[in-house]
């Protein structure tokens, strides 16, 4: 069973290009998509554009525009409110307009559906079969992460073990040099590592360039060059095998935070704040 949930979580993102190139409005508002704003204005962008999207009449290229605008909306902290306009409105487009599995796998829009709805916290009232199985592998997968454990190396030579660090929160970040929102977010991580590390805190930022060892100088360059120094523990994954099994390759940053009895107790897709990264570390029981 777990075997199955996995393949379909692999299959998702195979098929996650769009399903019909669009042409007209679709195609308007799919390049406002590809230019949204950060800082203040992201929240009132995401609530036009949903609303923008949802006035189109059902088609294919609605619930693209509108996958594409969910897929995006994970970076940064929009809020809540435009969080829940963008799930309303992909929730609106699927309803309006099912799409048909592939080989018995939901396509791409469900399961991003499924994540906004699952680590965002956020509500659909969409019933769909495929929905509803999407959801379900997610589940699964996030059972599944509960029970893994690794060793890594640290850049130092010294061997790092998940399982040795049971007692104590452990946020798991996945980053590479050529990722500019991994290193906004390292900035962040830094603060927190030097602020909570003596409160039962553990941040292990896991390279995931994909690379040989002998990229290891790469990587220690790049972190000896930090100014202010890096402070958590950087850890390498040169076969990948570690970000295959939290299913993160290609899709960094990505972020989970495990609780001191190694339950689930938070997972960020996409870029996430400091005040993001605070409300996952605090469900964990750490004290600020």
Known sequence: MILNYRALLVASLLLATPLLHAKGPE??????????????????AMVKLSADILALPPSVAKVNVADKLAFKSIDGDPGMPALQAVADTLSKALADTPLPAKKDVPPAPYFNLAKLVRYEHLQTTLADPLYVKAAAALAQNDADIEKIDFTLKDLKGKKVTLSALRGKTVL???WNTSCGACNQEMIDLNLINQHLATHGLVILSIDAEQAPMSNLMLVNDFITKKEPPYTPIVLQDPDSKVTKMFHAEGAIPRTYVLGPDGKLVGVGLGMRTQHQFLVMIVASGVKQ
């Open 27 to 44: 195609d308007a508002l799919a390049k406002q998509v590809d230019n949204l704003p950060y800082g203040d204005a992201r929240s009132a």
């Open 172 to 174: 798991i970040n996945f």
